[in-house]
């Protein structure tokens, strides 16, 4: 049984292809109203072929071209979208992009261009669509986030950093959207995409220039498995989190080829130092926290051996 999202308006940026594309068109099949958000030139042409099947399907979708990291532009697309539902109940902050490169390598205009795409421009719309949430009593934030972010990531510095930073926008908008009605997740997400197959160096691609040491998620998973994560496995979280009966808010999910889980941030009963000499405090430092049905990943690394392990089971 699949929610109805019937009168939900939901704005999705970066929609034109990929995960965004996906959601766009499963939202649609449940009923929501979508605003569908690229670049203007080929982003907007993709957007566009997206709400005509949005359309010819039966549903209603709005094309908003605009670059989400420029405020003022990010501004119009929730004043538009407005003007044009006259509400607003969802935002997908979807819109990303990759820069990799290992930290010496990593120019300041590709870690300005990232942080401006990934982390600014969810800044810029939850601060637009705030208000009318907060009139009408309800909404939901949806950030999709990474698990570079979450777990970090060997060349992906500038990506790994906007991504933490949109978990700390995420769970900031949940406490104070609290007393509003609204509601902010973050999903972590994997799936075979344009975007994850560029960065993963599909099979028939040219090879890019190696500028990081990276190791591409689709080479530790098997191009079998990685391959066959589709982004409509991850529309179904999203989905749930955009149901208006949903109270579901400040958490971070992973979510790929239908498995979802919980990304906790704990704290532990701590240790007293007072008068310990500087050994004795490191050596209780030393990591040895265990949790049935928990794993503590120092990197991507531990996440993506977690994933391929739960494929076998």
Not at 14 to 36: K, T
Not at 61 to 79: G, H, K, M
Not at 98 to 105: E, K, Q, S, Y
Request: proline share 4%; net charge negative; aromatic share 4%.
């Amino acid at each position: 049984m699949t929610f109805d999202l019937t009168g939900h308006v939901v704005v999705i940026t970066g929609a034109g292809s990929g995960m965004g594309a996906a959601h766009a068109r499963g939202l649609s099949r449940r009923g929501a109203d979508v605003v569908i958000n690229d670049l203007p030139g080929v982003g907007e042409k993709r957007a566009a072929e997206v709400a005509e099947g949005v359309v010819a399907a039966g549903g209603r979708a709005e094309v908003i071209a605009c670059d989400v990291s420029d405020p003022t532009s990010a501004q119009q697309l929730i004043d538009l979208t407005l003007d044009r539902f006259g509400g607003i109940d969802v935002l997908v902050n979807n819109a990303s992009i990759l820069r990799d490169g290992d930290i010496p390598d990593l120019s300041t205009a590709d870690w300005r261009a990232v942080l401006g795409v990934n982390l600014d421009a969810a800044f810029y719309l939850t601060r637009a669509c705030w208000p009318r949430m907060a009139e009408q009593g309800a909404g939901s934030l949806i950030h999709i986030g990474s698990a570079s972010g979450l777990f970090g990531n060997v060349g992906q510095l500038n990506y790994s950093a906007s991504k933490m930073g949109l978990a700390g926008l995420s769970r900031a908008a949940a406490v104070e959207g609290a007393p509003f009605g609204i509601r902010s997740n973050l999903i972590a997400p994997m799936s075979a995409t344009p975007m994850s197959r560029s960065a993963n160096q599909s099979e028939g691609s040219e090879p890019a220039p190696r500028r990081s040491s990276r190791v591409p998620a689709r080479e530790i998973l098997g191009h079998e498995l990685f391959d066959s994560y589709a982004p409509e496995d991850v529309t179904t979280l999203v989905a749930v989190l955009a149901h208006r009966t949903s109270t579901i808010s400040g958490h971070y999910f992973t979510s790929a080829g239908g498995r979802v889980s919980e990304v906790v941030v704990a704290e532990t009963d701590g240790y007293g130092f007072s008068g310990l000499s500087d050994e004795a405090l490191a050596t209780a430092l030393e990591p040895r926290v265990v949790v049935p049905g928990l794993s503590i990943h120092t990197g991507m690394l531990g996440h993506l051996e977690a994933l391929r392990g739960a494929s076998r089971l």
